[in-house]
């Protein structure tokens, strides 16, 4: 099972940032994101594929239908400029990562 | 809140093998399983597998299948991964992580390197 996600995207501070991920029936199942900064580990922002864990500012949403799931960054700050990362479970119970993309504020 | 603390950076050499530590705070370690990821410099998260922390039961990525061992020490609230035949593109950071709906909780990252 695959997830493939644009390898770079490039917004303005206050613009909205919105970040794909394709796979096959990606809509059925259950979607999570993560946001990772140079040197740190990974910070998941959206589980379930629109639930925002506590401390996740509210400009960070997600959504999921077809074969995309959607991360959409509202406001886009410049603490936001980092690697964004989707990952879901394939039907063997494998864990999957989409490649990542690098958001970059302008 | 959960934490996870890996054991230090490792430096080997091809065709050995090294094995990490991932240990969790907390009275917990038997509710969620512990996953290991890892990710070669400037590249992208690969998933390696899981361990039922509970019961021992283990899941591993087809890729590595063959060269990666995830074990758990319930007593010291502890999972382990070794990996074996290492080559140069295993080098990298490698992860523990877990959680509920997703990883919420990270350990801090192990640098290996793999070198001769």
């Known amino acids: 099972y695959e997830l493939t996600q644009p390898s770079s995207l490039s917004v303005s501070p206050g613009q909205t940032a919105t970040i794909t991920c394709s796979g096959e029936d990606l809509g059925k199942k259950f979607t999570c994101w993560y946001q990772q900064k140079p040197g740190q580990s990974p910070v998941l922002v959206i589980y379930?594929?629109?639930k925002r864990p506590s401390g996740i500012p509210e400009r960070f949403s997600g959504s999921s239908s077809g074969n995309t799931a959607t991360l959409t960054v509202s406001g886009t700050q410049a603490m936001d400029e980092a690697d964004y990362y989707c990952?879901?479970?394939?039907?063997?119970?494998?864990?999957?990562f989409g490649g990542g993309t690098k958001l970059t504020v302008l | 809140q959960v934490h996870l603390v890996q054991s230090g950076a490792e430096v080997k050499k091809p065709g050995a093998s090294v094995k990490l530590s991932c240990k969790a705070s907390?009275?917990?370690?038997?509710?969620?399983?512990i996953h290991w990821v890892r990710q070669a410099p400037g590249q992208g998260l690969e998933w390696m597998g899981w361990?039922?922390?509970?019961?021992?039961?283990?899941k591993y990525s087809q890729r590595i299948q063959g060269r990666v061992t995830i074990t758990r020490d319930t007593a010291e609230n502890t999972a382990y991964m070794e990996l074996s035949s290492l080559r140069s593109e295993d080098t990298g950071v490698y992860f523990c992580?877990?959680?509920?709906?997703?990883?919420?909780?990270w350990g801090q990252g192990t640098l290996v390197t793999v070198s001769s």
């Open positions: 361990i039922n922390t509970a019961n021992g039961n283990t």
């Open positions: 907390g009275n917990t370690f038997s509710t969620y399983p």
């Open positions: 379930q594929d629109n």
């Open positions: 990952q879901a479970w394939d039907n063997s119970l494998s864990v999957v």
């Open positions: 992580a877990r959680g509920r709906v997703g990883y919420e909780h």
